[in-house]
């Protein structure tokens, strides 16, 4: 488990420094903010390759796209570290982005071989505690090196950490992650209602948040003049609020019931989005309506994972990777309605659209899906 957690604070770093300081990425490759969210456009799409790797970890072994995912990391970071262009930046980012697409279904389905449904919930919670440490430690330490020595900086120092993980992966966690599944026989997933509806509102889910924080780092900008170090300090208020988000996931979801739990955060995820053009008249109170929207937001998306898991529990690598690709495709779509929303009518419009599609998300999940039985 110390070997995982290292490895996702690893592949987390590299996704969450990039939101609050796309506008000082985007100057530093001579190309302004609409262009610059391309990378994370790219890096999304390349996400949806998840499957790919679900279906190698339940063939063969969960290590195996651990191991890839490690590798391309590494890859990935170094190659943005000396990035001449932004063709070059773009390639870099795609790698980045497959890291994540192999490494995470296939980790998240070794924790759902590993435990119990009715204990699932808090090992997801726990499994997902690097994701708001990544921003609570990242992002303050990105902004000062990219204030201090620029805008690479960050990326060599996710270089070495991936270089980290890689090595203890291969030494220390020789069975890591291995399949349970008869490898003589091919992956069949079960194609049923509940489980595609469930991808859908992951889907969605997604959408709504990056549709937000696309344009976080420029707005924070624009709006009240903070400078880079300034953004990466405000930040840590940000992770705090994923911090307890998950910790809060981990000890309720199971008690709560995993569907329930997911219903209850969209519902008031939806009413965090509508409150914050209202709440942005400060920095105080912008603050605050982003740490509703980080908290309802991180809830609901810790609660998903174990109630997906259980959806195809005899292809769940290929399950929780299809999965991963829901939500990358998620991202896709948010990071290209975000800065054109922002961008031409504003923090109204962003919010609005990301309520709208929250409580699309919410209706689906209500009709359509059910715990499935232990």
Known sequence: MAVILLSRFALNLQSRIVYPFLPAIGRGLGVPIETASLLLTVRSLVGTSSPIFGVLADRYSRRTSMLIGLATLVLGAALVGVAPSFAVALFAFALLGLSKASYDPAVQAHIGDAVPYERRGRAMGILELPWSLAWLIGVPVAGFLIARVGWRAPFWGITGLGLLALLATWLLCPQCGRSLADHRLPVRIQVTKPAVLALLVACLLMLANENIFVVYGAWMESQFGLAIATIGLVSIVISVAELAAEVSSAGLVDRL??????????????????????????????????????????????SMLPLVSELAPDARGTLMAVNVAAMSLGRVVGSLSGPRLWTHMGLWANALVSAGVVLVALLILWIGVRERPT
Not at 257 to 263: E, I
Not at 267 to 286: E, F, W
């Open 257 to 302: 019931g995993k569907r329930r739990a997911v219903l209850g955060g969209l519902a008031t995820g939806a009413i965090a989005y509508l409150l914050l053009p209202p709440l942005a008249r400060n920095l105080g109170s912008a603050l605050l309506g982003i740490t509703l929207i980080v908290l309802t937001f991180e809830f609901t998306l810790v």
